[in-house]
């Protein structure tokens, strides 16, 4: 149930569209921004005048504070005039909002489809899309507390200069250690979107859904997050000197794992505007970054053997590392040269060691080997990559209890509605 009102891409302005977003560590395909709904006229009949000026006065709050830093939130961090962050404040908005939201949908109440929730598109060639049904509005508030919490990490991971020191800039521990957390909770605002919030939906509405939250991007983005929070952690393990050759080749191996599957969930999909074009290099160059990261710990374990058909292998791998290597360098200026344009950060963690150590390895060992063996001894297909199942887990994000005030609530029913609830 629910109606759906579609508006093409050249019928005005609402989709501000920034023509650069400077430093991009974690890519956010831009923010889905709501307009306003009049709660008043839609519900004014069926409930008290209590909570229709309380659903309206949160959902205004995110309106305006989403509409205001929208078009920014993903290149600056910026503050509030009290000193706090425009991304934590609309975070609390929207969780403030999404228990009081969760009353229109409590119990399969026919309140759901009173509302029509209007979203203004990023990736979807149409600029915006209206729906009437709340389950609609609570699939766009989880994407959104998505986006956000992708916003926060990226600020997270811009590498800083120290005032103590001269040296180059750097990300602290403290701050890649919370972006692990950051990228989990973001998963798992996405994973509670695809398993409990989707299902709701009618197969009709699933289908006219904008593609930013058609069911391959949220797992797209889902995995996206679990992929660079594994990045994150192979960094501190390159950092580490307890850290093996063997941990360092498994958490390779699972980013592999995250951006191959992120790519098999949208290659499909109509991504071809603006944000989702950027999005799909996004995907396509970190899959390949992992690749030559995983390549190069495999070619150095496969090193340590002791037969000619071990060392071949090592070459394989090492030499397939270093082609990856290369070719993700030319998918990282495609993306930033795709609208909008972006730059890298000052190079730093996994890739800023394996940019120094690949070219050099490879060639040392290809080098050693040649002489060793000749040249038809040498396997020149790379060996398959061990498979290794995830250990990072979105978090277990559950949605709220519905508020508190919607018990003394009444709901009166109209003529129309024989379908209704009993307060």
């Not at 990736?123 to 009437?132: A, F």
């Not at 950051?182 to 998963?187: E, H, Q, T």
């Not at 098999?264 to 999005?279: R, S, V």
């Not at 930033?336 to 690949?358: D, H, V």
Request: proline residues 5%; charged residues 25%; neutral net charge.
């Amino acid at each position: 149930m629910g109606c759906v009102v579609s508006t093409p891409k050249d019928s005005g302005g609402n989709r501000r569209r920034p023509g650069s977003i400077g430093e991009v560590s974690v890519y956010v395909p831009g923010l889905r921004i709501p307009k306003p709904v009049d709660f008043a006229q839609s519900l004014g009949d069926y409930l008290s005048k209590n909570i229709v000026e309380r659903l309206s006065a949160l959902r205004t709050r995110i309106v305006v504070m989403a509409g205001q830093e929208g078009p920014t939130i993903t290149r600056t961090k910026r503050k509030t005039q009290h000193g706090g962050s425009t991304l934590a404040d609309l975070v609390q908005a929207l969780e403030d909002y999404l228990p009081v939201l969760l009353g229109l949908v409590k119990d399969g109440s026919h309140l759901q489809y009173k509302v029509q929730f209007v979203w203004v598109n990023q990736e979807d060639d149409k600029e915006e899309t209206t729906m009437s049904n709340a389950w609609y509005e609570v699939l766009s508030v989880l994407h959104l507390m998505a986006m956000l919490s992708l916003s926060q990490a990226n600020l997270l991971l811009l590498p800083r200069s120290s005032s103590n020191d001269g040296h180059q800039p750097k990300v602290s521990e403290e701050n890649r250690r919370a972006s692990v957390d950051i990228f989990l909770k973001a998963a798992g605002y996405l994973d509670c979107a695809v398993r409990h919030v989707l299902p709701q939906l009618p197969a009709e509405l699933r289908r006219n859904l904008p593609v930013d939250l058609a069911e391959g991007v949220l797992r797209a983005l889902s995995l996206q997050a679990l992929g660079q929070g594994v990045d994150i952690q192979l960094g501190m393990a390159i950092d580490s000197t307890k850290a093996t050759l063997a941990v360092k080749r498994r958490l390779a191996c699972e980013m592999v794992k995250c951006w191959q599957q992120a790519q098999d969930n949208i290659m499909n999909l109509p991504l071809t505007n603006g944000w989702g074009e950027k999005h799909c290099l996004f995907v396509k160059w970190k899959y390949v970054e992992a690749k030559a990261a995983a390549y190069y710990y495999h070619g150095l374990i496969l090193d340590e053997g002791n037969t000619e058909k071990s060392h071949g292998m090592a070459v394989a791998a090492l030499q397939a590392a270093d082609e990856y290597f290369k070719e993700s360098k030319k998918l990282c200026e495609a993306f930033n040269a795709a609208s909008p344009l972006s730059r890298n950060p000052p190079p730093w963690g996994t890739m800023k060691y394996l940019s120094e150590k690949i070219p050099k390895d490879t060639s040392s060992k290809v080098r050693i080997n040649r002489d060793l063996y000749s040249h038809e001894r040498i396997m020149e297909t790379a060996p398959t990559l061990p498979d290794f199942s995830l250990a990072l887990k979105p978090d277990e994000y559950q949605l709220p209890q519905v508020d508190s005030s919607w018990r003394t609530e009444n709901i009166k029913v109209g003529q129309t509605d024989p379908n209704h609830l009993k307060g």
